[in-house]
Every structure is written in structure tokens, then in C-alpha cells.
């Protein structure tokens, strides 16, 4: 049995390979591939040559997985690559890895580039935590789906699109959460790289005016901002108990305005009126 390698590749610059990314692609006995055409302008750039190589994608999956697991238990090593990036981020290899660690195949990770983190490091949105959504649903509804249920959480999300669908994605952040800061990163390391800045509406408007729009891989990422609305039944039932409580008023202002994320002065205004109204029996 032998080891097999997943192999991080260049997501535009062919430099941006590793020292030993290129040692092992020239040691392994073969790669499994998601487009051979791909792979061998990398090999080719690399000067490795004579390497076998095994075409491995999302629509051959099932199939591949089990022979390349035979050539791993026959002993032969293999390198796992995607066209771009780190394979199984947004691209084939899950279920090899899987099989892998069900059979108890040695895995050895080669890092290298992922689009989303090279995005992140340029795009002035806050980094101590993100989420990472990938490429979305293709139709509009469940697209919007998704948005809503993790926008909300307030976190720097990172989402992949292409020229034809970047838009539509951007109208319904823009829906959703138009007061969120966005990023878009297009053709990351590559000659024509750029990068466009703004609310959604701003960088809707920046990329329809630029031609090149029709080609490139985007990256978007959304640092965004809803507010959340308050359960004022809540609020004023929170307030009544410690009312009861014989909580003085300034003490409450403090407590529900840290609790429920509002104005001080707005919670001080509630606890008097609740207090009169119990006064005068309103």
C-alpha cells in the first residue's frame, strides 16, 4: 500500500506552485486528474514528463474512485489534483478521500493555493472568522435560500460564481443585505486580475460597465449587515419582570439594552412609560 498525495495547484499563475507540490508530482507513479488537458500544461510548464495520468471528475467519479484505490493497495502512490486550487474545495476528490480513510490509505496533504483564501487576503473584510459557501445553487430561489439563512449570521462569507450567474448573485445579496460591505475578486493571480469594492449595488453597477465581465472566475465575498429586528413584546415582558423585581430604572435601561442590542436612552423611555401606565392603571 502507498500513499496518497492531494496536491494544491496554482489557481492562475503556474509560479505559484510549491517546491514540494513539484517534488512529489515528479515521484508519485501516477495523477489522477480533473482534466488531463489541464494537468499536463502544468507538467509540461513543471518539466515533468512520461507521468500517467488518470482522468478523474465529477462525472466519473464512482467508477474512479475504486480503481484508483486498487492502484493505492497494489502499492503505487497518487497525487490528487484539480484543475485549480485544492482539490475537493469546490472540486472533485470527496469521495476518494472518503474511500481513502474507510480503507486506511495513508493521506498526505500538499497545501498550496485555495481562490477563497487568497481573496480573503486582499479584501479588507474582517478575517477572524468566514464562511465558506462555494458556488451556489444555479436556480434563483434557492439561491436566495441560502442567503438568507447565513447571511444573517454576520460574518465574512466567500462564495465562488461564474460570468454568467455573478450578477443575479450580487442582486440578491444586494436584496437581502444591501447595506453589506462586498469584494469581487476576478481572475485571481492571473494577467487581467482585478478587484471591485463597494456595497452591492456599487460593484452591480462597476462590473455591468466593464466588458470583460463576460469571462474570468469570480470570487464574492460579503462582509454583511442586517439588522435584527427586535421582539419588543419580549423587551417589555423582560422589563415588567424586573420591574417586579424592584430593579431600579437606570439598572434595567443597562441590563435590556446590553441583552437585546438597543439604545440605552430608548429602553430608560419604555421603562418610564411601562411604569405610568402601571401607575395610572392604563
Known amino acids: 500500500m502507498s500513499y496518497l498525495y492531494v496536491v494544491a495547484t496554482p489557481i492562475g499563475n503556474l509560479d505559484d506552485i510549491t517546491y514540494r507540490a513539484v517534488k512529489v508530482l515528479k515521484d508519485v507513479d501516477c495523477i489522477a486528474c480533473e482534466d488531463t488537458r489541464t494537468t499536463k500544461k502544468l507538467l509540461s510548464h513543471l518539466g515533468i514528463q512520461g507521468k500517467k495520468l488518470l482522468s478523474y471528475h465529477q462525472f466519473n467519479e464512482e467508477k474512479e474512485t475504486e480503481h484508483i484505490l486498487s492502484l ?5 502512490s497518487v497525487a490528487l489534483v484539480s484543475d485549480a486550487g485544492t482539490p475537493t474545495l469546490s472540486d472533485p476528490g470527496y469521495r476518494l478521500i472518503k474511500r481513502a480513510v474507510e480503507e486506511g490509505i495513508p493521506l498526505v496533504p500538499i497545501p498550496g493555493a485555495f481562490a477563497g483564501a487568497v481573496a480573503l487576503s486582499v479584501s479588507g473584510l474582517p478575517t477572524d472568522k468566514f464562511l465558506f459557501l462555494g458556488f451556489l445553487p444555479n436556480k434563483d430561489k434557492q439561491r436566495k435560500e441560502i ?3 447565513y447571511l444573517p449570521l454576520g460574518i465574512t462569507t466567500v462564495i465562488y460564481e461564474s460570468p454568467k450567474r455573478v450578477l443575479k448573485t450580487l442582486s440578491a445579496i444586494d436584496e437581502i443585505a444591501p447595506n453589506s460591505d462586498v469584494v469581487v475578486a476576478k481572475e485571481l493571480t492571473k494577467i487581467h486580475e482585478s478587484f471591485f469594492r463597494g456595497k452591492p449595488v456599487d460593484v452591480i453597477k462597476q ?3 466593464d466588458p470583460s465581465i463576460q469571462k474570468g472566475e469570480f470570487v464574492i465575498l460579503v462582509y454583511p449587515h442586517i439588522e435584527k429586528k427586535v421582539d419588543e413584546k419580549k423587551v417589555k415582558e423582560e422589563i415588567q419582570k424586573l420591574l417586579k423585581q424592584g430593579v431600579k430604572t437606570g439598572e434595567i435601561a443597562k441590563v435590556i439594552s446590553k441583552q437585546f442590542n438597543i439604545p440605552k436612552k ?17
Open 266 to 282: 430608548q429602553v430608560y423611555q419604555e421603562v418610564l412609560e411601562i411604569k405610568e401606565k402601571q401607575t395610572t392603571g392604563g
Open 72 to 76: 493505492l493497495k497494489g502499492g503505487k
Open 147 to 149: 442567503l438568507k439563512e
Open 207 to 209: 462590473l455591468s460597465e
